[in-house]
């Protein structure tokens, strides 16, 4: 349950009683709002009166007598100027012109009531007041907490980048110091993981340049027909020298046409990020297999590895932004925490979608559906970029 | 080279799960004289430590969980209770929280001897060590 406050402020002992308990055990439903809007009245028999209340504790609604025995309701609009942004104020008055009415609106008065008016009227009015309020207060919760995913997506991605250069300029300052004279195969150990952590920094810049280009819409996509078989042998060609070190096994099962209209980069990104990741996460001597199957409206991408696997609770997390999943099984494996979320967000630009299947000590099974003719054109990227959004 | 020499060596565990750190404290307290044995996860050391005397332990704070090295520390310190153990951590650079034990409350239920904030400048692991081990 919500709860408004409202103060009635009318020199008419009468209207304030009436507005009172036409409101006490009012309830309204509100749209998009969870929950049933209830009222709480709070009475001020002159403009001063109010004054003081508001700036003691602003009401959410003010419900407003335009003719008062001193101070006018639009002076105490004067008076609060722009201080109380939370507040609406529905402006009541006998003498219902238009001038009035629209000098009332300039004053940032939200809605006019002229009197005499009827319970109904009275709720009707009051209604549409709280219905805009809380939509102004929902937006803003919302504008809100995309400002916090920015903040926090920075202050994560700082860190990111700040730790392979600490990890770099350890290496670099051991290696320059006398004292610590480390033996050759040493040394040798500690620039091999230097240049491990700074090709893992530039994945993580391209990554983010990636999700950046995609993400503002601005990349001058281009779509044409994308054979995602030919795509997916590129990917396993690249892969070849991780794969056969550990000896792992790829192959790729096309099942029927396998082409899409689509942009080529973004096709390359999806399947070099779900095979990659199959790769790095399997075990030794494991597999993976490629499969791409369609119907008439989609194709499916399907990447299984025999690799470590993951929990419920991880899988569940694994599209975000930056979440990696840490344990003593991928303590050594190196990634962005950017791949998979950037895979999410072209299924989507797809109208498809990206999920997964995993069992630990078993293995993952990655999915992506893909719309194969979306009503997409390049040109349509503002709509691409909405529906990035987080 | 003389204050290092003065400092007494001893055989350290020493517990990260960031195997980046891991190798340049060992290289760097190898140079200042100690023997070190590592571990890669809390549980690691935790075995290690069951079944042999070390003269002192230093365990990263945030491991695969949270405060996995609290728990690593309350272990060694409960196994071996004279054993100098130094606490280090990310913590203050990553959520700002500043953790400390300065005070004699703070070292009563932290069970640990010593904080140390990453980056660690390596003079001042060995430092904090050699006087550790001396007391």
């Not at chain 2, 001897?113 to 980056?119: I, M, R, V």
């Amino acid at each position: 349950m919500t709860t408004l406050r409202v103060l009635v402020c009318d020199d008419e002992m009468g209207m304030r009683v009436g507005v009172a308990r036409t409101l006490r055990d009012h309830r309204i439903e509100v749209p998009d709002h969870g929950e049933p809007v209830c009222f709480e009245v709070d009475q001020a028999q002159t403009a001063e009166q109010a004054l003081w209340k508001i700036r003691d504790r602003a009401p959410d609604l003010l419900l407003l007598d335009q003719k008062l025995p001193g101070m006018s309701g639009m002076e105490l609009l004067k008076a609060l100027e722009q201080d109380t942004p939370d507040m609406l104020t529905v402006m009541i008055t006998a003498y219902a012109t238009i001038d009035s009415a629209v000098h009332a609106t300039k004053m940032g008065t939200f809605d006019y009531l002229p009197k005499p008016f009827t319970p109904a009227e009275l709720k009707d009015a009051v209604r549409k007041a709280a219905a805009h309020l809380l939509l102004v207060r929902h937006a803003r919760r919302l504008e809100e907490e995309r400002r916090r995913v920015r903040f926090e997506f920075i202050r994560v991605l700082g860190h990111e980048l700040k730790s392979p250069l600490n990890a770099v300029t350890g290496y670099l300052q051991i290696l320059n110091d006398p004292a610590a004279a480390p033996d050759p195969a040493t040394a040798k150990q500690m620039i091999d993981r230097s240049l491990i952590r700074i090709d893992h920094m530039r994945k993580l810049i391209v990554d983010l340049l990636d999700m950046t280009r995609i993400e503002s819409g601005q990349r001058r996509r281009e779509l044409v027909e994308v054979d995602l078989a030919e795509v997916a042998r590129m990917a396993m060609e690249t892969l070849e020298p991780a794969a056969q070190e550990r000896r792992i096994t790829v192959a790729l099962h096309a099942d029927g046409p396998t082409a899409i209209n689509a942009d080529r980069t973004e096709m390359e990104i999806i399947l070099n990020n779900l095979v990659s990741n199959a790769v790095k996460y399997n075990r030794d001597g494991g597999r993976v297999d490629i499969e791409l199957s369609c119907d008439s409206d989609s194709i499916t991408i399907q990447v299984a590895d025999t690799g470590i696997g993951m929990s419920p609770d991880e899988a569940a997390k694994l599209f975000r932004e930056f979440v990696r999943i840490k344990n003593a099984k991928t303590r050594n494996i190196l990634g962005s925490g950017l791949g998979l979320s950037i895979v999410k967000r072209i299924a989507e630009m797809y109208h498809g979608a990206a999920s997964v299947e995993s069992e630990p000590e078993v293995g993952s099974t990655f999915t992506v559906t893909l719309q194969r003719r979306s009503e997409q054109t390049a040109e349509n990227t503002d709509d691409l970029a909405e529906a990035t959004n987080p | 080279m003389t204050a290092e020499t003065a400092h007494k060596t001893g055989h350290v565990l020493l517990v990260d799960d960031d195997p980046d750190f891991l190798l340049q404290q060992k290289v760097m307290l190898e140079s200042a004289g100690h023997t070190v044995t590592t571990a890669e996860s809390a549980a690691q050391g935790q075995e290690l430590a069951q079944r042999q005397e070390f003269d002192a332990a230093v365990v990263d704070l945030m491991m695969e969980e949270h405060d996995a090295g609290f728990t690593l520390c309350y272990h060694l310190k409960k196994h071996r209770p004279d054993m100098p153990v130094i606490l280090v951590t990310a913590v203050t650079s990553e959520t700002g929280h500043e953790f400390d034990a300065s005070t004699r409350e703070e070292r009563s239920w932290v069970k640990a001897d010593a904080w140390l904030t990453k980056p660690v400048r390596s003079e001042q692991l060995t430092g904090t060590l050699g006087k550790l081990l001396k007391d």
